[in-house]
Nanobody, 127 residues
Framework: QLQLVESGGGLVQPGGSLRLSCTAS????????IAWFRQAPGKEREGVSC????????DYADSVRGRFTIGRDYAKDTVWLQMDNLKTEDTAVYYC????????????????????WGRGTQVTVSS
């Protein structure tokens, strides 16, 4: 059973940066597409970014493209999300999710594709 744990959330001022990490226990993240989703109060959960199992394909929501970067560290069996130039509207609980999938693609807009989820980490952007 794959268990995911997010870390790196916190309080940051607008324009600041945070780096989220997603680590696994139970089995490796290899062979998994990994996605980050977020849910703000009163809003539906939305896809933020994803990376394919072979790290060759990434996708970003339009609202974060150019500000967020996703990557994998196979040696540490970790997927990270670097968030720069944060805005107040980025405030949300951020979740990582995993799905066993072949290379070169990750689905960003269909959360039902992902069958393993972490419990989330809070990101608050406020002055």
């Amino acid at each position: 059973q794959l268990q995911l744990v997010e870390s790196g959330g916190g309080l940051v001022q607008p324009g600041g940066s945070l780096r989220l990490s997603c680590t696994a226990s139970g089995r490796s993240l290899d062979s998994n597409a990994i996605a980050w989703f977020r849910q703000a109060p009163g809003k539906e959960r939305e896809g933020v970014s994803c990376v394919s199992s072979d790290d060759r394909y990434t996708d970003y929501a339009d609202s974060v493209r150019g500000r967020f970067t996703i990557g994998r560290d196979y040696a540490k069996d970790t997927v990270w999300l670097q968030m720069d130039n944060l805005k107040t509207e980025d405030t949300a609980v951020y979740y990582c999710a995993a799905e066993l999938r072949g290379p070169s693609y990750c689905p960003l807009y269909t959360e039902d594709e992902y069958d393993n989820w972490g419990r989330g980490t809070q990101v608050t952007v406020s002055s």
